[in-house]
T-cell receptor, first 112, second 115 residues
Framework: GNSVTQMQGQVTLSEEEFLFINCTYS??????LFWYVQYPGEGPQLLLK?????NKGSSRGFEATYDKGTTSFHLQKASVQESDSAVYYC???????????FGTGTTVSVSP | GGIITQTPKFLIGQEGQKLTLKCQQN?????MYWYRQDSGKGLRLIYY???????QKGDLSEGYDASREKKSSFSLTVTSAQKNEMAVFLC??????????????FGHGTKLSVL
């Protein structure tokens, strides 16, 4: 079936450390993949989008790479700030009119 | 820009009670969604509506009804609230998924507590 797996439930870092969030997906074909971010008290919002055409996406210092071979879509940032504290969702794009499928989310906590 | 308004922000119910959550959007989007957010389980799709007269079940539709009253509004009803249930319900809208509508715009959520 269609699914997204984020094994890391919680990541705790200090400012300027490197962030890496693991995501793997299962589906047929080559869907568009997304990372959404949810700040406290708000709804999720799109962080970045990657298609098979470009294989990489970046936004606000975050980067994600689409690896069709390992069906992975990891998110990374070289140097985090306290303002990056949020929940990050890996999301499988809809195909044939199907709605998006969200992963379980990774809570990132960055201390100053 | 547009906005998604969810009412109420907080909802406290009794076991067995029927509870209704409302959502309005002024993006003029065709498609609207209801997701349930539980700690450690991410967002799970309850219902969505691709266009004004459409209703589709998500993976978590059992125990819920939905109604797309008009293009701008989408309601969700918890048919019988479960004791000690606690979750956040998120409404979202987009252009239709088959037309590249993969950027969802979310409201701030309705937090449900059942006593």
């Amino acid at each position: 079936g269609n699914s997204v797996t984020q094994m890391q439930g919680q990541v705790t870092l200090s400012e300027e450390e490197f962030l890496f969030i693991n995501c793997t997906y299962s589906t047929t074909g080559y869907p568009t993949l997304f990372w959404y971010v949810q700040y406290p008290g708000e709804g999720p919002q799109l962080l970045l989008k990657v298609t098979t055409a470009n294989n990489k996406g970046s936004s606000r210092g975050f980067e994600a790479t689409y690896d069709k071979g390992t069906t992975s879509f990891h998110l990374q940032k070289a140097s985090v700030q306290e303002s990056d504290s949020a929940v990050y969702y890996c999301v499988l794009g809809g195909q044939g009119g199907r709605a998006l499928i969200f992963g379980t989310g990774t809570t990132v906590s960055v201390s100053p | 820009g547009g906005i998604i308004t969810q009412t109420p922000k907080f909802l406290i119910g009794q076991e067995g009670q029927k509870l209704t959550l409302k959502c309005q959007q002024n993006f003029n989007h065709d498609t609207m969604y209801w997701y349930r957010q539980d700690s450690g389980k991410g967002l799970r799709l309850i219902y969505y509506s691709i266009t004004e007269n459409d209703l589709q079940k998500g993976d978590l539709s059992e125990g819920y009804d939905a109604s797309r009253e008009k293009k701008s509004s989408f309601s969700l009803t918890v048919t019988s609230a479960q004791k000690n249930e606690m979750a956040v319900f998120l409404c979202a809208s987009s252009i239709p998924p088959g037309q590249g509508g993969e950027r969802l715009f979310f409201g701030h959520g309705t937090k449900l507590s059942v006593l």
